[in-house]
């Protein structure tokens, strides 16, 4: 490192110096373009998006999961055959240009029963956790906001729920209220909602002690609007994560159900209903499991696909 000889004239200055006028001159326009911001701000929702975009496991679920709702929209409605019309001259033939998932003992099209009951478990599937969402959020949020007694008693509810399996309670609701749509929903509603109310509670519970919630507490707002303006929205991303992952559960809750005959009931067709008929014909013609099953594994995997991508886009931890 070189020393600077005594002699040698510095450019310090002291107080009493007058400042050069070199120094007082204007920049330049290139000097000053050194010290802007060469790339854009950009928001927490977009970045998002866009490591979610690099994901490739995540789009490609998001791209079939998009093409799965299209088909189940547009293929009832445009298609020759209806999901409940029977042809006895043609009953169990194998897949055909006429007939491309084959017809089954009641020369049903198979093809459009796979895509009517996707409606029904994708309907019952979103249904299902938007309801239980917003059910879990609000529960979680107010057990942890308030804490203490509220907290203690709230949570022991959620204790005793979970104690008793679910199967049992959508058994004897689809006993009294029957087995259509409506009765599977309040069966899922029941319980789904408890894996929500525990995760907004934790990060409840963590955010309320945040400057930013001292600060709005400090401005006169209300528990309330503490809650549901600070707290959750900071919440969100772990709680569409946990959301997206009860899609597929509810999915295969709502054909595990048709399958045991206690769900929807034919004529109409789900994915469970289509493979208990399947059952009788497994090894003769297993065509009419082949097409459902795959339908509910590939819907299935491409929601945990964009779960687990959701998961990772949505940490800020990984935000460069």
Request: aromatic share 8%; hydrophobic share 45%; with cysteine.
């Given at each position: 490192?070189?020393?600077?000889?005594?002699?040698?004239?510095?450019?310090?200055?002291?107080?009493?110096?007058?400042?050069?006028?070199?120094?007082?001159?204007?920049?330049?326009?290139?000097?000053?373009?050194?010290?802007?911001?060469?790339?854009?701000?950009?928001?927490?929702?977009?970045?998002?998006?866009?490591?979610?975009?690099?994901?490739?496991?995540?789009?490609?679920?998001?791209?079939?999961?998009?093409?799965?709702?299209?088909?189940?929209?547009?293929?009832?409605?445009?298609?020759?055959?209806?999901?409940?019309?029977?042809?006895?001259?043609h009953p169990l033939e194998w897949p055909s240009a006429l007939h491309l998932f084959g017809t089954d003992k009641m020369g049903r099209d198979i093809f459009v029963r796979t895509m009517y009951g996707a409606r029904i478990s994708l309907t019952i599937g979103f249904t299902a956790a938007a309801i239980n969402m917003v059910?879990?959020?609000?529960?979680?949020?107010?057990?942890?906001?308030?804490?203490?007694?509220?907290?203690?008693?709230?949570?022991?509810?959620?204790?005793i729920l979970t104690g008793i399996p679910s199967l049992i309670y959508m058994i004897l609701l689809m006993m009294f209220?029957?087995?259509?749509?409506?009765?599977?929903?309040?069966?899922?509603?029941?319980?789904?909602?408890?894996?929500?109310a525990r995760m907004v509670r934790a990060q409840i519970l963590t955010l309320r002690e945040q400057d930013f919630a001292l600060a709005a507490k400090v401005c006169g707002l209300s528990k309330w609007q503490i809650l549901i303006h600070h707290l959750i929205p900071n919440s969100m991303g772990s709680i569409i994560v946990t959301v997206t992952f009860l899609i597929p559960s509810a999915i295969f809750q709502e054909a595990f159900l048709s399958f045991l005959g206690i769900g929807i009931q034919v004529p109409m067709a789900s994915w469970g209903t289509l493979a208990n008929d399947a059952i009788e014909y497994l090894f003769s013609y297993p065509y009419m499991m082949l097409f459902p099953a795959s339908a509910i594994s590939i819907t299935i995997f491409s929601l945990n696909f964009i779960g687990d991508g959701l998961r990772d886009a949505l940490d800020p931890r990984l935000k460069k």
């Open positions: 490192m070189p020393t600077i000889e005594p002699n040698e004239p510095t450019h310090s200055l002291s107080m009493t110096d007058e400042i050069p006028e070199a120094l007082l001159a204007p920049l330049s326009d290139s000097e000053r373009e050194k010290e802007t911001i060469s790339r854009p701000s950009v928001s927490y929702w977009k970045m998002c998006w866009m490591r979610l975009k690099k994901d490739k496991l995540a789009m490609l679920g998001l791209t079939v999961l998009v093409i799965m709702t299209l088909l189940a929209i547009l293929v009832p409605m445009f298609s020759p055959y209806t999901y409940d019309q029977t042809d006895f001259a059910i879990g959020v609000l529960y979680g949020g107010i057990a942890g906001y308030l804490g203490g007694m509220v907290d203690l008693v709230m949570m022991r509810i959620v204790d209220l029957g087995n259509n749509i409506q009765s599977i929903l309040i069966a899922m509603c029941l319980t789904y909602w408890i894996t929500t």
